[in-house]
């Protein structure tokens, strides 16, 4: 079935430097998209959401940017610190069941 | 406290055994859903409930069973446990249909280790 995948499975950025993290999805009939992290044995945490008539959301620190064109969903973290290592999951949602489909999982790690 | 509570958060059993994992959702929330993780991998999608009726059923195993009670809290069954069953469970809720937000809440997950 379709599924949302990640480009990279694993990004290594400087601390103190902009994080982007990718995904793709290929269900173009999904209207809502989520970003969540999840840090070492904890649950996923919702960070940040975006409808499919927006084209950018910005949070504390997060933006997250959609292209329906070539069904691409990014987050960019600001100013990355220590504490946003943890891996990132992108999910979309279709409609029908309220049920969210989800990404591999980006592992995002912070060098000092 | 994200609101939905796994019990217990770690369990450590024997191939072959059965064991039962907990969930009552956040107050309010009438969908749950059911996720296994394992090691450095991806969410797999169990089954989810919505307010005591089976809603949808992804990778779950013949096995495996759940079932949500009237009170909305949820339990995940497992049976003739293999090692391969070793993982992270995690159960989510959300408030279901008709929400403007289909974004989930996850519990802070079960660890099962089969030995």
């Known amino acids: 079935g379709e599924s949302v995948g990640l480009h990279l499975p694993t990004l290594s950025v400087q601390e103190g430097d902009n994080s982007i993290i990718n995904c793709a999805y290929s269900n173009s009939a999904s209207d809502y998209f989520i970003w969540y992290k999840q840090e070492s044995g904890k649950g996923p945490q919702f960070i940040i959401d975006?409808?499919?008539n927006m084209d950018k959301r910005q949070g504390q620190r997060v933006t997250v940017l959609l292209n329906k064109t070539v069904k691409h969903l990014s987050l960019q973290i600001a100013a990355t610190q220590p504490g946003d290592s943890a891996v990132y999951f992108c999910?979309?949602?279709?409609?029908?069941?309220?049920?969210?489909?989800w990404g591999a999982g980006t592992k995002l790690i912070i060098k000092p | 406290d994200s609101g939905v509570t796994q019990t217990p958060k770690h369990l450590i059993t024997a191939t072959g055994q059965r064991v039962t994992l907990r969930c009552s959702p956040r107050?309010?929330?009438?969908?749950v859903y059911w996720y296994q993780q394992s090691l450095d991998q991806g969410l797999q999608f169990l089954i989810q409930y919505y307010n005591g009726e089976e809603r949808a059923k992804g990778n779950i195993l013949e096995r495996f069973s759940a079932q949500q009670f009237p009170d909305l809290h949820s339990e995940l069954n497992l049976s003739s446990l293999e090692l391969g069953d070793s993982a992270l469970y995690f159960c989510?809720?959300?408030?279901?249909?008709?929400?403007?937000?289909?974004?989930?809440?996850f519990g802070s997950g079960t660890r099962l280790t089969v030995v």
């Open positions: 999910a979309e949602n279709l409609g029908s069941n309220y049920q969210l489909i």
């Open positions: 989510a809720s959300s408030v279901g249909r008709g929400q403007a937000n289909y974004g989930y809440t």
């Open positions: 107050s309010g929330d009438l969908s």
């Open positions: 975006i409808r499919s």
